[in-house]
């Protein structure tokens, strides 16, 4: 029978040390900044040539109420009261509090925040939650971020890993000092021109280059070869995340830094902020998530490193609602409810029938003004995919009122349950057998792409040689490269793309954004083409294009039929989107869905054509990707 020391606290005038055998933590007190992690014989895992305030904590960006953007004030949380929350043989539970006072001076977010570090007995690691609360009586404010930053020692750790195939050796953080490399168009990003080791001599780093959907964000860290050693960050839940399964977030980057991203607006711009009244009460737990440490002997293969972490994130997951985190602001699996149903399609043009929903992403969100989930950023969110027949569990719910959404891959639109969800303790709803039925008023006469939200499936170029990431290189994520959006102009130097249905393939002749085009010192929007004929026309009938946008940034995009200089045009987005996608090298941000309506007396039997027009110009950032794109004649006019 092996020992398990007994977990040990000791507390120091300046420094909580927790300790359990495995490893052994130091935390400034009562700053709760990590300030050392001690494991597999390294001293101190975290970056020491950095102030003890700059190596593991928790910070924000908070700005005014009414004030606008994604910034704002730059906050490193510091708590200002410790306290001990459990403390014996098993566990040890830890609280540093920062209470926000009315009459301070100090330019703080009006927000109580406690954060708390727990160590279990034969654990090989330690969990971190924060609980988030703001008074009704407190003024308003916005909230763009939040996150937990772990920087790790960079003499050890050089190897990072994020997914089976996003792994790699990356650069150091002397690298992108200002003489040992280039700054490019978008700030994080430089080219790596006189790099400390050779090989990553004219590659670009980026940290956006790393960025992952939360619904596949689980684990993610970094390696030391020697000793081998493995650091990560586990989040076995999402519920605590903003934005659903389809939310991007960063990850890992050169530093090496680790993140535990909570509430950001990347990928989405401000439509993402948390934005809170005077008035207004809130609270809300991160967490916790799983710091995750291990280590084999030096004989022993690195990527076992990775392989047990995934092992791992099977056991945090399966363990989640977790049961020893000692606060009344986390439900146990007792004090959630669960739910379950059916959800099935009926595309009512085409198919009498009601096909299940295979692989389908359904969820609860809180009931919010957009009734959008993806905007949806100050309450918890639950989701699951449905099985081949359409079935689907999903347990462990916090009690409270949401909405139920899902999305079905293959089809265009979201469905939204009419009534809301009210869970309670214990409880177990069954919601029956659900039906969705996608927006769809006639035949199809052509489409382009497929519907899965993102613009992956069309045309991505190879990137520029001057500009080249090496794990991307014959990657499925070659849209991670930097500078893509400059290939559109090389590859049409005068004139835009033209895209004929019958002969066009989207994978080949559909660039992946519709980008602008500099001319001079200025950059400009761009008119695509889609070229068609239509054998009969129903003069009296209203054709529809569907236009499922993957995402926007600044851009407005117009439709005109026949006449590209007609005004006004048929349909317009108006202003839409700071998703800032197309710099950030994401294959999507926020998911847009319009519908144009034409009237048959603007089409013409024979050749026709729709011209798509990004009228915004400004910068190279500006545009749109497209998802999918389709044309459906009158209701019942091509029925036999």
Known sequence: MSFLQAVQLTIQDHYVIIDNGILEMTISKPDGIVTKIKFNGIENLLEETNEEDNRGYWDLNWSDPGSTGTTGYYDRVKGTNFQVVVEDEEMVEVSFTRIWNPTSKAKLVPLNIDRRFIMLQGSSGFYSYGIFEKLKEWPGFNLPQTRMVFKLNKKWFQYMAVADDRQ???????????????????????????????????????????????????????????????????????????????????????????????????????????????????????????????????????????????????????????????????????????????????????????????????????????????????????????????????????????????????????????????????????????????????????????????????????????????????????????????????????????????????????FFAQVTRKKGNTYQGTTWQIKFNLEQVYQDGVYKLRLALATANQAELQVRVNNPKAEPPIFTTGLIGKDNAIARHGIHGLYRLYTANIQGSKLVEGDNTIYLTQAKGGSPFVGIMYDYIRLEGPPNSYRS
């Open 168 to 510: 790699r050796k990356m650069p150091l953080p002397d690298d992108r000092l200002p003489e040992r490399c280039q700054a490019l168009d978008f700030p994080e990003a430089v080219l790596l021109t006189n790099p400390i080791e050779e090989e990553f001599k004219g590659e670009v780093d980026d940290k956006y280059q790393y960025s992952c959907e939360d619904k596949d964000l689980q684990v993610h860290g970094w390696i030391c070869t020697d000793p081998p050693t493995g650091f990560w960050q586990i989040t076995p839940s999402d519920e605590f995340r903003t934005g659903g399964p389809f939310k991007q977030n960063l990850t890992s980057h050169v530093g090496p830094i680790n993140l535990a991203m909570f509430m950001s607006a990347h990928y989405a711009g401000e439509h993402m902020v948390a934005k809170f009244a005077q008035g207004e009460a809130w609270k809300r737990v991160f967490g916790p998530v799983f710091t995750y440490v291990n280590c084999v002997p030096k004989e022993v293969d690195c990527q076992w490193l990775w392989d047990d972490a995934k092992v791992q994130v099977v056991i945090e997951t399966e363990s989640w609602p977790y049961s020893f985190p000692n606060s009344e602001d986390y439900p146990t699996s007792e004090q959630r409810g669960n739910l379950s149903g059916r959800l099935l399609v009926h595309d009512r043009y085409f198919d009498d029938d009601y096909n299940p929903a295979n692989g389908a992403y359904i969820g609860l969100a809180s009931p919010n003004e957009s009734k959008s989930w993806q905007l949806e950023g100050k309450g918890y969110q639950f989701w699951t995919t449905t099985d081949e027949d359409g079935y689907f569990f999903i347990n462990g719910i916090r009690a409270s009122d949401y909405n139920l959404y899902a999305w079905v891959p293959g089809f265009i639109g979201d469905y939204v349950c009419d009534t809301d969800v009210s869970v309670t303790p214990g409880c177990e709803i069954d919601m029956g057998e659900l039906v969705y039925e996608p927006p769809s008023d006639g035949p199809i006469l052509w489409e382009i792409g497929i519907p899965d939200r993102t613009a992956r499936g069309f045309y991505i170029p190879d990137p520029n040689p001057k500009y080249v990431n090496k794990l991307f290189l014959d990657h499925p994520d070659r849209f991670r490269q930097y500078g893509l959006w400059e290939r559109y102009a090389e590859l049409y130097p005068n004139e835009d793309l033209v895209y004929t249905i019958g002969e066009s393939d989207y994978e080949k002749d559909w």
